[in-house]
C-alpha cells in the first residue's frame, strides 16, 4: 500500500513562516488534504485540493504540491496554530484505501 | 449545523463484538460517503473503512478486513461499524467522518468529524 511521510516535530518561532511537509507516491497524482488536530479535540480540516481552505481558516494557510510532495506553509504563525498535522490521500496502489500521514507536531515557540 | 454524533464504545474482551453508531444531522446523509477513522490515544489518525451513498461500495484497510463491517441507515440518518473479533490492537477512540464531495467514492477529504467514541479491548 501507499505510505505517507511527514516530519515528526517542526518547530517556529512566533510570527514566522513553516512549512510542513508530506510525501507519497499517492502525491503524484492527488493533492492531499490537511488536518489540524489539538489536544482533546477531533481533527479539523484546513487545506484540500490544490489550495483551497475550507470556511473559517485563516489565509495563512496555504497549500503546494511538486512531485511527490506536498508541503503546508503558514505564514505568520500564530500561538494557537500550536497542534499536530496530518496529510492523507487516496491509495493509488491496488488497494482501494484512503492513507493518513504520521503527522507532524508543530509547536510555536 | 453538520453535526456527527458517535456512541456504542465501551470496554471488551479480546474475541468480543461490538457495534459503534454514528448519528449524522444537518446535511443530505444520502449524498455523501462517509468513512470511520481510529486513534490511538497518543498516536497518529488511521483510516478505517468507507461506505458510498448508496451503501452498496465498502472498503477497509487490510487490518480489519474479514472482521469488521460498515454499513448505514438512510431511514435513520445512521452510520454503524460492526466490529467482531476484537483484538488489543484495535483499542482507540473512532471517529466517524463525513466526505466533502459529494457521490464521489474516492473522497479523502473529510470536511465533518466527530468527536469520537472509545473502545477499549482488555481482558
Known amino acids: 500500500s501507499s505510505e505517507l511521510t511527514q516530519d515528526p516535530a517542526v518547530s517556529v518561532a512566533l510570527g514566522q513562516t513553516v512549512r510542513i511537509t508530506c510525501q507519497g507516491d499517492?502525491?503524484?497524482?492527488?493533492?492531499p488534504s490537511w488536518y489540524q488536530q489539538k489536544p482533546g479535540q477531533a481533527p479539523i480540516l484546513v487545506m484540500y485540493?490544490?489550495?483551497s481552505r475550507p470556511s473559517g481558516i485563516p489565509d495563512r494557510f496555504s497549500g503546494s504540491s511538486s512531485g511527490n510532495t506536498a508541503s503546508l506553509t503558514i505564514t505568520g504563525a500564530q500561538a494557537e496554530d500550536e497542534a499536530d498535522f496530518y496529510c492523507?490521500?487516496?491509495?493509488?496502489?491496488?488497494?482501494?484505501?484512503?492513507?493518513f500521514g504520521g503527522g507532524t507536531k508543530l509547536t510555536v515557540l | 449545523e453538520v453535526q456527527l454524533v458517535e456512541s456504542g464504545g465501551v470496554v471488551v474482551q479480546p474475541g468480543g463484538s461490538l457495534r459503534l453508531s454514528c448519528a449524522a444531522s444537518?446535511?443530505?446523509?444520502?449524498?455523501?460517503?462517509m468513512h470511520w477513522v481510529r486513534q490511538v490515544p497518543g498516536k497518529g489518525l488511521e483510516w478505517v473503512s468507507l461506505?458510498?451513498?448508496?451503501?452498496?461500495?465498502?472498503y477497509y484497510v487490510d487490518s480489519v478486513k474479514g472482521r469488521f463491517t460498515i454499513s448505514r441507515d438512510h431511514s435513520k440518518d445512521s452510520l454503524y461499524l460492526q466490529m467482531n473479533s476484537l483484538r488489543t490492537e484495535d483499542t482507540a477512540l473512532y471517529y466517524c467522518?463525513?466526505?466533502?464531495?459529494?457521490?464521489?467514492?474516492?473522497?479523502?477529504?473529510?470536511?465533518?468529524w466527530g468527536l469520537g467514541t472509545l473502545v477499549t479491548v482488555s481482558s
Open positions: 444537518g446535511f443530505t446523509f444520502d449524498d455523501y460517503t
Open positions: 461506505i458510498d451513498w448508496n451503501g452498496r461500495i465498502t
Open positions: 499517492s502525491l503524484r497524482r492527488n493533492y
Open positions: 492523507n490521500s487516496w491509495d493509488n496502489s491496488d488497494n482501494n484505501a484512503v492513507v
Open positions: 467522518a463525513k466526505a466533502y464531495h459529494s457521490q464521489t467514492i474516492s473522497s479523502f477529504t473529510f470536511d465533518y
Open positions: 485540493g490544490k489550495n
